[in-house]
């Protein structure tokens, strides 16, 4: 052989791995939400952002495919199915979604963000060692009802009568009711449950609030809601009746008070899972994150509209006010 030829050779073969690892395709992250692209901008930029961080920037080295279910979870389970049939590398799961990716995969790591119970409601076996192919950050928007019903107290003392809308087809409606209904019952107030989970059906539940002579309202954290805020936001308003949300996004699009996890800090910190278990790691190795950080936001101009004066020590203790 040919000098010449011999080297080209050589050239070409210590090409080929390089050409291999070139044409190899780059890991999938299923993104599964029962929330829409909109509502969840900034988190699913905190998401991207703690990514990109870790060395993971989409389009780069690393695909990111979004399925949102604006709300509908009946669309869940056939998006769910689609991520499976990709086989992507890692599914992200928010809210109701997280039990819908669990139910159709075994294998596929999960991560998810949730505000019910993951062990009380079968999502995962413990904190500590959540078990199979699922780990994830806790939010407790599930579980701050009662703590919601003291601040909508403190603002509007005179409401003898509260009422309290929630999904009925939500994981964390039923916990978060109860808790809620108990907090009530000891303070002797009364507190009236309406259902919702189509946009007729909440417009509903607002009509009946003259009748009923609701004095203030309580609105969950369910994905359904969150994903048609300026609705909620606007029939507040129209019925003039003070509510109370789950998160600073209704006050910020005119709602009058909000209290609960930052949804944000918890995608950021889901964030960090993915990344970890591109990088090899196991999802059962993950402990449960159990997510700290709460905002108190209140919107002084919807006070001002509904005609409240918000006493001077909830507004000492808020980490947000909207003038």
């Known amino acids: 052989m040919r000098r010449r030829n011999f080297i080209a050779l050589l050239g070409g073969a210590a090409a080929w791995p390089w050409a291999a690892?070139?044409?190899?395709?780059m890991p999938v992250i299923g993104f599964l939400s029962s929330r829409s692209a909109n509502d969840s901008a900034l988190q699913d930029a905190a998401f991207r952002r703690v990514l990109n961080e870790a060395g993971y920037v989409d389009g780069r080295n690393v695909v990111i495919d979004y399925r949102w279910a604006n709300g509908q979870y009946d669309r869940l389970p056939g998006m769910a199915a689609d991520l499976v049939a990709r086989k992507v590398a890692v599914i992200f799961a928010g809210g109701p979604a997280a039990h819908v990716a669990k139910a159709a995969t075994k294998t596929i790591p999960?991560?998810?963000?949730?505000?019910?119970?993951?062990?009380?409601?079968?999502?995962?076996?413990?904190?500590?060692?959540?078990g199979d192919n699922i780990t994830g950050v806790n939010t407790f928007n599930g579980v701050l009802g009662s703590k919601r019903f003291e601040l909508l107290g403190e603002l509007v003392p005179s409401a003898d009568v509260i009422a309290f809308l929630t999904n009925p087809i939500s994981?964390?409606?039923?916990?978060?009711?109860?808790?809620?209904?108990?907090?009530?019952?000891?303070?002797?107030?009364?507190?009236?449950?309406?259902?919702?989970?189509?946009?007729?059906?909440?417009?509903?539940?607002?009509?009946?609030?003259?009748?009923?002579?609701?004095?203030?309202?309580?609105?969950?954290?369910?994905p359904f809601f969150v994903s048609r805020r300026d609705m909620i936001v606007a029939l507040a308003a129209r019925y003039a009746v003070p509510t109370i949300y789950t998160q600073r996004e209704f006050v910020a699009a005119g709602g009058l008070i909000g209290y609960g996890t930052s949804l944000t800090y918890a995608y950021h910190q889901a964030g960090i899972y993915v990344a970890r278990i591109l990088k090899g790691a196991k999802p059962t190795d993950l402990p449960i994150?159990?997510?700290?950080?709460?905002?108190?936001?209140?919107?002084?101009?919807t006070a001002k509209a509904l005609g409240l004066q918000v006493p001077p020590q909830l507004l000492a203790r808020a980490d947000e006010v909207i003038e």
């Open 289 to 301: 994150e159990q997510a700290t950080k709460f905002e108190l936001v209140i919107n002084l101009k």
């Open 21 to 25: 690892r070139a044409q190899q395709p």
């Open 171 to 222: 994981q964390t409606g039923g916990p978060e009711t109860r808790e809620t209904q108990a907090v009530a019952r000891s303070v002797g107030r009364t507190l009236i449950v309406l259902n919702a989970s189509t946009e007729s059906e909440s417009e509903a539940a607002f009509a009946t609030l003259a009748q009923q002579r609701v004095g203030a309202f309580i609105v969950t954290g369910d």
């Open 110 to 130: 999960i991560v998810y963000v949730s505000g019910e119970d993951p062990v009380k409601s079968g999502l995962v076996a413990s904190l500590n060692r959540p």
